[in-house]
């Protein structure tokens, strides 16, 4: 079967990784050069003389033109941080160039326009990006300033290409990591890390690349050259792991788009930032308060000042900080990085009975949401499991009504006349068989259709679930064996790829990994007719379909499972009085307004 991804609307999907491991959607990138070498050079101190002049004149500009605003505006910068007499930062239009700041903007309030805010990428959130590489004719390179981890590797946990160690590889050299970006993460195969340093020396030149004045880069294996030739010592370097990347032309498309302020601003003012960021406690203040600094200093203090207090996007930056940059620890501190890379195992004793016809619920529980971060359409959703082989698993979602609408109009014998019926056409995933587009599955779990012999049963279960044509649908509504509100309709499907041979993976993997549960025979059709009162999706019928998603959800959970874990106080975010159930459900209906709801 030949799949592609389904698209709603004019609303692109966020892309989906086979194998439903976490993707996110991330800026295309180009491999980047190896680190050119370069000695700093007289050209270097005019650039930045040019760059403190071009300061001034700004600054004098704000105080001749309004002296009161701008008194206010330095006024506003917190008082607890020192600014050193000289630091400044400044909006620079459009200009984009090495060693100016990419600043991101704020959106105004929790209702803001865009609902697909905050569902993918929320690292980008109030982040700070350093340019480190930028031709408009072919990429922009950056590293993410606010994003440190408390990740700290040594020389041994990197290996060359083909798996041995680094050549003088020591475990006193102690590297102390960043998020840099999406781009060579560390997730990837083949991560990039970028290492910033203030070392002022000759060796420190010949191997870096000086991004402005007093702040260099150079690579991890500069680095460690360095540290072996005793000029520097591993703490001096602020490891980055990964960069964002914008292709020709994109990121000056995004300033136009206004999602980005580009700031210049003096090397002391980048160097405090660093070195506030990279203090372990703060990590989970996910550098808001270093996006808020740089933003009054810039005169916007206005739109701090506009953003509600547990704002839907800093709460979802703090769960991502939390999830993704805040690793598990032993009980010395100290980071073990194999919890983190492999997904928490759980195997329980549905995992053999799943096939065919199986129906299963999302997990959730009052401290933990898989599914907050990325794929939020599985949040409280019930699947229906339709194939299974060696290749994958496929399944579709029944508990999320589109905006569309299945009409067929016939004579209805019963009355004599014609009748008009309209189905909600329900979401079932991101992929469609390349083959049919716009197939759609038709299911009911009525037992008198089934006594009738409408339809057939989904799997080896004849007493679960039955699927049947839209032939047969109609033709029994037509002539009174059912009626129209028995049927789920759906299109779309989901899909789980298996490992070479079957023998790992698919939607087994997924309940053994406690991201999806089996729902008992006995609960499947009290899911189904509270799924069957749900209408087509539209503003005034939102809050009800959400109602039912929920009534649906805690109908199939098995009562001879104890969830010890629901009974357990409600996770709040960190400095936060929302609860992380609270933000998944406002995750889902956010996911459900930007792609299910009529633009």
């Known amino acids: 079967m030949m799949l592609h991804q389904k698209c709603l609307g004019l609303a692109?999907?966020?892309?989906?990784?086979?194998?439903?491991?976490?993707?996110?959607?991330?800026?295309?990138?180009?491999?980047?050069?190896?680190?050119?070498?370069?000695?700093?050079?007289?050209?270097?101190?005019?650039?930045?003389?040019?760059?403190?002049?071009?300061?001034?004149?700004?600054?004098?500009?704000?105080?001749?033109?309004?002296?009161?605003?701008s008194a206010t505006m330095m006024a506003n910068v917190d008082d607890s941080r020192s600014i050193v007499d000289?630091?400044?930062?400044?909006?620079?239009?459009?200009?984009?160039?090495?060693?100016?700041?990419?600043?991101?903007?704020?959106?105004?309030?929790?209702?803001?326009?865009?609902?697909?805010?905050?569902?993918?990428?929320?690292?980008?959130?109030?982040?700070?990006?350093?340019?480190?590489?930028?031709?408009?004719?072919?990429?922009?390179?950056?590293?993410?300033?606010?994003?440190?981890?408390?990740?700290?590797?040594?020389?041994?946990?990197?290996?060359?290409?083909?798996?041995?160690?680094?050549?003088?590889?020591?475990?006193?050299?102690?590297?102390?990591?960043?998020?840099?970006?999406?781009?060579?993460?560390?997730?990837?195969?083949?991560?990039?890390?970028?290492?910033?340093?203030?070392l002022d020396s000759k060796e420190a030149d010949e191997e870096s690349e000086i991004i402005m004045k007093g702040i260099k880069w150079t690579t991890l294996e500069g680095?460690?050259?360095?540290?072996?030739k005793g000029v520097a010592e591993a703490h001096d370097f602020l490891t980055f792991i990964g960069y964002c990347g914008w292709d020709a032309g994109q990121l000056r498309e995004e300033l136009d788009q206004e999602s980005w302020y580009m700031v210049a601003a003096d090397s002391r003012t980048v160097l405090e930032e660093l070195q506030k960021n990279g203090a372990s406690e703060?990590?989970?203040?996910?550098?808001?308060?270093?996006?808020?600094?740089?933003?009054?200093?810039?005169?916007?203090?206005?739109?701090?000042?506009?953003?509600?207090?547990?704002?839907?996007?800093?709460?979802?930056?703090?769960?991502?900080?939390?999830?993704?940059?805040?690793?598990?620890?032993?009980?010395e501190g100290d980071v073990v990085i194999s919890e983190f890379m492999s997904k928490a195992s759980g195997s329980n004793s549905f995992g053999s009975e799943i096939g065919v016809g199986s129906v299963l619920r999302s997990t959730a529980s009052t401290q933990y949401n898989p599914f907050l971060l990325s794929d939020q359409e599985y949040h409280k959703c019930i699947l229906l499991v339709v194939q299974e082989d060696d290749e994958m698993s496929v399944g579709v979602i029944l508990n999320l009504p589109t905006a569309t609408t299945v009409q067929f109009d016939f004579v209805d014998e019963r009355i004599g006349g014609g009748n008009l019926y309209k189905l909600p056409e329900r979401y079932g995933g991101r992929f469609s068989d390349a083959s049919d587009e716009d197939v759609l599955l038709w299911f009911h779990c009525n037992e008198s259709l089934k006594d009738k012999g409408i339809g057939e049963p989904?799997?080896?279960?004849?007493?679960?679930?039955w699927n049947v044509s839209s032939d047969d649908a109609s033709n029994a509504i037509s002539i009174g064996q059912a009626r129209a509100e028995d049927f789920l309709v759906v299109s779309g499907i989901s899909?789980?790829?298996?490992?070479?041979?079957?023998?790992?993976?698919?939607?087994?993997?997924?309940?053994?990994?406690?991201?999806?549960?089996?729902?008992?025979?006995?609960e499947i059709s009290s899911v189904f007719d509270s799924l069957l009162q749900q209408e087509p999706m539209a503003a005034d019928t939102l809050e009800d379909n959400i109602a039912f998603i929920g009534l649906a959800w805690s109908e199939a959970q098995s009562a001879e499972r104890d969830h010890d874990h629901d009974d357990a106080p409600h996770t709040k975010v960190y400095k936060s009085n929302r609860t992380i159930s609270d933000l998944a459900d406002t995750a889902l209906k956010r996911w459900i307004s930007a792609f299910l709801l009529e633009s």
């Open 86 to 198: 000289g630091a400044w930062a400044y909006e620079s239009g459009t200009a984009i160039e090495k060693g100016s700041i990419i600043l991101s903007r704020a959106l105004d309030h929790e209702g803001d326009s865009d609902p697909e805010s905050g569902l993918a990428q929320q690292y980008f959130h109030k982040s700070i990006i350093l340019v480190l590489e930028h031709d408009d004719n072919i990429f922009t390179k950056g590293i993410i300033l606010n994003r440190p981890s408390n990740l700290i590797l040594s020389d041994e946990d990197f290996v060359n290409f083909d798996g041995s160690p680094l050549d003088g590889s020591s475990e006193d050299n102690q590297w102390k990591t960043w998020f840099g970006g999406e781009v060579s993460g560390i997730l990837s195969d083949n991560p990039e890390i970028i290492c910033v340093h203030f």
């Open 458 to 465: 989904l799997g080896m279960d004849i007493s679960s679930v």
């Open 12 to 69: 692109l999907l966020p892309t989906l990784a086979m194998g439903f491991s976490p993707h996110y959607l991330i800026s295309t990138a180009v491999p980047s050069s190896h680190v050119r070498t370069r000695i700093r050079s007289q050209a270097d101190d005019t650039e930045e003389d040019w760059r403190n002049f071009r300061a001034k004149l700004v600054m004098n500009y704000r105080q001749d033109s309004d002296s009161d605003s």
């Open 282 to 331: 703060g990590i989970l203040d996910a550098g808001l308060e270093s996006w808020s600094l740089l933003m009054r200093m810039i005169g916007r203090q206005n739109e701090i000042d506009g953003i509600a207090e547990d704002d839907f996007n800093d709460l979802m930056l703090k769960e991502w900080t939390k999830e993704r940059l805040l690793f598990p620890t032993d009980v």
């Open 495 to 522: 899909v789980w790829e298996k490992a070479p041979g079957g023998v790992a993976g698919g939607i087994r993997g997924e309940v053994n990994n406690n991201l999806f549960e089996v729902v008992p025979t006995e």
């Open 223 to 228: 680095a460690r050259l360095l540290v072996q």
